[in-house]
């Protein structure tokens, strides 16, 4: 059972079990880390030789019972040569702190000071952050304890030793925000398809209200009277009717354009009667991946009081085979006016988006639209799971993703976009088709995106690599990962708040 976390900011360090010390290259301490290791005599030296421990970043040291301090074990986490750690850089140092927290530890200081010197009130929120999100894990339908957990502790307090206790409790509460979004969406990634159906992710993304965000739910009816025949098409084959949910954060000027983001939000994807092969089909619980970053951000946007009116909008269907399911052949009608013919009922969920970003496209006006999908295989095969597949029809809007992902480690690599793609998807009997064959295939998927966002600044980010059981690393250890919450959280913040 994952413990929770409590997090203590103090000018002094507390009881604990554990005292985290971060130190440079060469052993290189702060000045108040280092009194602390002056304590040990040449004890530390002696451990750090005998492990060959220097302080490269990534590497521990671990000292238990060390002589001369009033703790059971201390931890020297390396941070590596002098350069300025960024903020990227301290939440992996977090992380790693956390990951090496013993199993039976209630209590633990992190001693936040690096070789450098002492940490800034919002570098030691980055800390905080990086611990928390480590410590994430899903166990909500684990009902028995394994003996190693048995004796781990129900509550772990952290406590942050740092200069300036009150600011950095300030500057925790962004920072609090951004990790229950971050939460929240893993959490939602995370459910079977048995419980989160469309009907079900509805609700739990109406519980944002409690934040004061608006949020609106749109059953099949309002769907019909709408004209969303592509996204009511995908659905119809399941027995959990869809829902489209709009939520709005005001915290901007007044009647200012909103910045809108687009979720694709299949609760579960069997590919429909195009159906997927058995191997892995259970991973496609997770086919909500880019509905629950939409939900997360929003999340995180209220609960930290953004400067800036932010709509999050996702398309909720299960795909399902079935006797109503739609078929290959199929001819179906946007809300845009567009018409589809479904080759394959398993690229479904560009069907879901299409008329999604028209509606919010056509409603809000909104300053850009991000959409993110776990769209595509052929971007995992492309990418892998580092980077998420960026296209965007807007130079100014793919830098600044480009930088908000390198700035949070959640980082895009831009694919491209074209007339010659985009010819690959017209359709023999409608205005288009919904696969374009297999070479160029997430490109081909976001041709048919671009085709409903008109001339609004646009970006697609494929998620399928990065959404779910990417690779486990310093901040997350959790097979839905809540990728995308950090990066537009960033963005965000970084060029959209008044
Ligand atoms: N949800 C899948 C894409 C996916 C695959 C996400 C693996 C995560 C991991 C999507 O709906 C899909 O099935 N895409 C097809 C499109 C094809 C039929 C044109 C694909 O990628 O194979
Ligand atoms: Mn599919
Ligand atoms: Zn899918």
């Given amino acids: 059972m994952a413990a929770a976390l409590k997090f203590v900011f103090s000018s002094f360090a507390v009881r604990r079990d554990v005292l985290f010390l971060f130190c440079a290259e060469n052993m290189k301490f702060g ?12 004890r530390l030296r002696g451990a750090a030789a005998a492990d060959h421990f220097t302080g490269k970043s990534g590497s521990s040291l671990d000292v238990i019972a060390p002589a001369g301090l009033d703790v059971p074990r201390l931890v020297v986490i390396g941070t590596g040569k002098g350069r300025t750690l960024t903020s990227r850089d301290l939440t992996k140092l977090g992380g790693a702190a956390m990951g090496k927290l013993p199993k039976a530890a209630a209590a633990a200081t992190i001693f936040a000071e690096l070789g450098s010197g002492v940490l800034k009130a919002d570098q030691v929120a980055d800390l905080a952050l990086g611990a928390r999100l480590r410590g994430y894990a899903f166990d909500l339908y684990k009902t028995k304890r394994k003996d190693d957990d048995e004796k781990g502790p129900k509550r772990i307090d952290l406590n942050f030793a740092c200069s300036n206790p009150a600011a950095a409790e300030k500057a925790w509460t962004r920072g609090a925000a951004i990790a229950d979004g971050v939460v929240l969406a893993r959490d ?12 079900e992710f509805a609700r739990r993304a109406s519980a944002l209200t409690k934040l004061g965000v608006g949020v609106e739910v749109l059953d099949v009816a309002a769907m019909r ?3 969303m025949g592509a996204l009511i098409g995908v659905a119809q084959g399941s027995a959990h009717e869809a829902r489209v949910v709009i939520m709005r954060w005001n915290g901007g000027k007044r009647g200012a354009d909103p910045v809108a983001f687009v979720g694709k939000g299949v609760c579960f994807d069997s590919g429909g009667l195009s159906i997927k092969p058995a191997q892995n089909m259970e991973d496609m619980k997770g086919d909500m991946a880019g509905a629950a970053c939409v939900v997360g951000l929003i999340h995180a946007l209220a609960a930290r009081k953004a400067k800036v009116n932010a709509v999050g909008a996702i398309g909720l269907v299960e795909n399902m085979p079935d006797g109503k399911a739609q078929r290959p052949g ?23 988006l299409a008329d999604v970003l028209h509606y919010v496209n056509k409603r809000f006006k909104p300053k850009f639209m991000i959409n993110l999908a776990t769209l595509t295989g052929a971007i995992v095969v492309a990418l892998g799971q580092e980077y998420a597949g960026l296209f965007s ?4 809007l793919a830098e600044r993703l480009i930088k908000a992902g390198d700035a949070t480690g959640e980082r895009v690599w831009r694919m491209p976009l074209g007339p010659e793609y985009d010819k690959l998807i017209d359709s023999k009997f409608a205005d288009m088709k919904n696969t374009g064959g297999r070479s160029g295939g997430a490109i081909t ?46 963005l965000v913040e970084d060029h959209y708040e008044r």
């Fill in 31 to 42: 000045p108040a880390s280092r009194r602390i290791v002056s304590r040990l005599g040449g």
């Fill in 188 to 199: 939602l990634v995370n459910e079977p398809g048995n419980v989160l159906y469309p009907g």
């Fill in 225 to 227: 009277k709408l004209g």
């Fill in 330 to 352: 199929d001819i179906v009608k946007t809300m845009s006016g567009q018409t589809i013919e479904i080759i394959n009922t398993d690229a479904e969920g560009r069907l879901v």
């Fill in 393 to 396: 029809n807007d130079e100014k």
């Fill in 445 to 490: 998927a976001a041709q048919l995106l671009q085709r409903f966002v008109d001339k609004t600044p646009w970006a697609h980010l494929d998620i399928a690599g990065t959404g779910m059981g990417s690779p486990q690393n310093d901040l997350n250890r959790s097979w839905g990962s809540g990728w995308g919450v950090r990066l537009l959280e960033r």
